[in-house]
Nanobody, 123 residues
Framework: QVQLVESGGGLVQAGDSMRLSCKAS????????RAWFRQAPGKEREFVAR????????DYADSAKGRFTISRNAANNMIYLQMNDLKPEDTAIYYC????????????????WGQGTQVTVSS
């Protein structure tokens, strides 16, 4: 089993930056693909970004390209989501997800999930 714990959410103003963190524990060494999703009230959970290794690859939703950066620290089983120029439409619960094999961008492609962290962007 793999446990994922997110941190770093909160309330910011439009244009601000925020970094989310996700720590994996349990048996994370076999995890190949880790991702960030988000879910706004009344909407479906949507893909934001993912990172896989080896080799290191990243992939972003169109809404995240140019503003968000996903990265990792292999030494402590962490991944991060640096979010810049935040907009009110970025308001959502952000979830960290993981899977042991290469999959797609759908939530059902991922086997392990964190509890989520709330990000609120005021205008």
């Amino acid at each position: 089993q793999v446990q994922l714990v997110e941190s770093g959410g909160g309330l910011v103003q439009a244009g601000d930056s925020m970094r989310l963190s996700c720590k994996a524990s349990g048996h994370p060494l076999n995890i190949y693909l880790r991702a960030w999703f988000r879910q706004a009230p009344g909407k479906e959970r949507e893909f934001v970004a993912r990172i896989s290794w080896p080799p290191l690859n990243t992939d972003y939703a169109d809404s995240a390209k140019g503003r968000f950066t996903i990265s990792r620290n292999a030494a402590n089983n962490m991944i991060y989501l640096q979010m810049n120029d935040l907009k009110p439409e970025d308001t959502a619960i952000y979830y960290c997800a993981a899977v042991r094999t290469y999959r797609g961008r759908r939530p059902e492609d991922y086997d392990y999930w964190g509890q989520g962290t709330q990000v609120t962007v005021s205008s």
